[in-house]
T-cell receptor
Framework: NAGVMQNPRHLVRRRGQEARLRCSPMKGHSHVYWYRQLPEEGLKFMVYLQKENIIDESGMPKERFSAEFPKEGPSILRIQQVVRGDSAAYFC????????????FGQGTRLTVV | GENVEQHPSTLSVQEGDSAVIKCTYSDSASNYFPWYKQELGKGPQLIIDIRSNVGEKKDQRIAVTLNKTAKHFSLHITETQPEDSAVYFCAADYSSASKIIFGSGTRLSIRP
């Protein structure tokens, strides 16, 4: 049973480009969370999704950021017109149920904006 | 508001000694308190969790305690080993807001 799979592991984008980060949850998990981690800092909640629904996006910037979790395929975190301040590690976690069920993290995508 | 405070931010202990990390949370409705270990360059790994219906839980050298009245919970690692060196995060669920909020992390170093 494979764990949470994130790709790519490393992503370099020039300012103004788009970044697409993918997350495939563990088998049987229908809940996905995205977190951002700056160097030497903690994990900041961004968004919580279930299949085809955004449940809580209170931690996601209102502009340039979007997330989806379609019926088929991985969850996608999209950052448009990236800026240097978007450089961070982005982690995805999945769980089999709502908050209160164990959540397992992927290895993260490290985004560098140059 | 939604807040989890974690102390200390760094902790250095002699190999074989115990390490304790403490957290407090603000939402009295929180019921689930996981702990994660993050090694350099890797994602956080769930190491133990506790729910509000119990006060203590143990798993080999790791134990967690929960005081719901005081809104405190702690991680205890006994007989520390070099491989315990990592950053540890506590977390609490905010059910009303459907998310898990993390503490700021504790960098644990084990001295040989």
């Amino acid at each position: 049973n494979a764990g949470v799979m994130q790709n790519p592991r490393h992503l370099v984008r020039r300012r103004g480009q788009e970044a697409r980060l993918r997350c495939s949850p563990m088998k049987g998990h229908s809940h996905v969370y995205w977190y951002r981690q700056l160097p030497e800092e903690g994990l900041k909640f961004m968004v919580y999704l279930q299949k085809e629904n955004i449940i809580d996006e209170s931690g996601m910037p209102k502009e340039r950021f979007s997330a989806e979790f379609p019926k088929e395929g991985p969850s996608i975190l999209r950052i448009q017109q990236v800026v240097r301040g978007d450089s961070a590690a982005y982690f995805c976690a999945s769980s089999p149920g709502a908050v209160g069920a164990e959540a397992f993290f992927g290895q993260g995508t490290r985004l560098t904006v140059v | 508001g939604e807040n989890v405070e974690q102390h200390p931010s760094t902790l250095s202990v002699q190999e074989g000694d115990s390490a304790v990390i403490k957290c407090t949370y603000s939402d009295s409705a929180s019921n689930y308190f996981p702990w994660y270990k993050q090694e350099l360059g890797k994602g956080p790994q769930l190491i133990i969790d506790i729910r509000s219906n119990v006060g203590e839980k143990k798993d080999q050298r790791i134990a967690v305690t929960l005081n719901k009245t005081a809104k405190h919970f702690s991680l205890h690692i006994t007989e520390t080993q070099p491989e315990d060196s990592a950053v540890y995060f506590c977390a609490a669920d905010y059910s009303s807001a459907s998310k898990i909020i993390f503490g700021s992390g504790t960098r644990l170093s084990i001295r040989p």
